[in-house]
């Protein structure tokens, strides 16, 4: 049966280096994850259509081995693999987890856990013993991270930084508007208050259409704060969004808000979204309160002086 090659990474190391974390955080980044494979089931996983959740063809692969995988053995998985690379053509990279013996015997005793191999004896027996069998898969990995000195955290933010690629672990960006009359949405990371800009409520022209309206959107964008503005919040996006990225955050919500949710939130969640599509990325827009009815209680006293609404009606 003929397969696409498929990008696979091998995940194995010493029990308790942070296998679990790499898979996790893999799996963050959008990699099909399978841990504990028997070898002989993997022609079989290989051959199974790809899960609903897979966002394309290319999904790449993370399978977890080690000292509890069934029929582990390591001379064997080192030629099951080489033979599916020269037969199938498929990108399989080894990451090999290792750490110091006394940090691992140090976290058995914090975690009470059981090394696998040394089930009823000391935990560095377990230890030795693993080491010696997992050297040949050691010695064949191409890729090694020794977390003797590393947390949890580090772990997975090196894990990220070497295998996002460029669309893998991107956060799911929303952009929406809303009415502070309303409340503030619940989800949202980032609010932006925009009532500092003019009102085109208290244009009675205005009042009736939104800020997906091209007269609304020039009264707005002709408040003299307008550009300035705009243009440091889109810069602090920018800067923002990859950072959330590299932190591994599934979700980012950024908000614009004004009175009624109408006109000046619609028209700035617009033209930022227009911005970071520019930039590159995917943002899905939304207008929460935008078919609310209009009502003059609700957006407080007309401002006045120059440029007020009072003053162009």
């Known amino acids: 049966m003929s397969r696409d090659p498929k990008n696979i990474l091998l995940v194995t190391g010493m029990s308790g280096a942070g296998k679990s974390t790499v898979l996790r955080t893999l799996e963050d980044l959008g990699w099909e994850v399978v841990d504990n494979l028997p070898l002989l089931l993997l022609d079989r996983l290989l051959s199974a259509p790809l899960p609903e959740s897979a966002e394309n063809a290319s999904q790449p692969l993370a399978l977890g081995i080690g000292a509890r995988t069934r029929d582990f053995d390591p001379e064997r998985v080192v030629k099951r693999i080489e033979k599916l690379r020269a037969e199938h053509g498929h990108d399989i990279g080894t990451l090999f987890l290792d750490c110091a013996g006394g940090e691992l015997e140090r976290r058995y005793s914090e975690t009470r856990r059981r090394h696998p191999l040394a089930l009823d004896r000391p935990a560095s027996d377990g230890i030795a013993r693993e080491r010696e069998l ?14 003797t000195s590393m947390t949890a955290n580090e772990l997975a933010q090196n894990v990220r930084e070497t295998f996002s690629g460029e669309k893998l672990g991107a956060p799911t960006l929303s952009v929406t508007s809303f009415g502070f009359a309303r409340g503030v949405p619940r989800n949202a990371d980032l609010v932006f208050d925009m009532r500092f800009l003019r009102n085109p409520h ?37 800067l923002l969004l990859p950072r959330y990225r590299a932190e591994g955050k599934s979700y980012v919500t950024v908000a614009f808000g004004c009175t009624g949710g109408r ?19 995917s943002p899905t827009v939304t207008h929460r309160d935008l078919a609310a009815a209009p009502q003059d209680s609700l957006e ?6 120059p440029g007020s609404g009072t003053v162009l009606q």
């Open 202 to 238: 208290w244009v009675e022209a205005l009042r009736p259409g939104t800020g997906l309206d091209a007269d609304v959107g020039d009264y707005i964008a002709d408040d003299p704060a307008y550009d300035a503005a705009l243009t440091q919040i889109e810069s602090l996006l920018l």
């Open 300 to 305: 407080g006293a007309p401002a006045s002086g």
């Open 263 to 281: 006109h000046r939130s619609v028209h700035v969640t617009e033209r930022v979204a227009q911005r970071l599509r520019d930039e590159g990325f």
């Open 134 to 147: 997992l050297a040949p898969l050691r010695g064949w990995a191409n890729r090694l991270i020794d977390t």
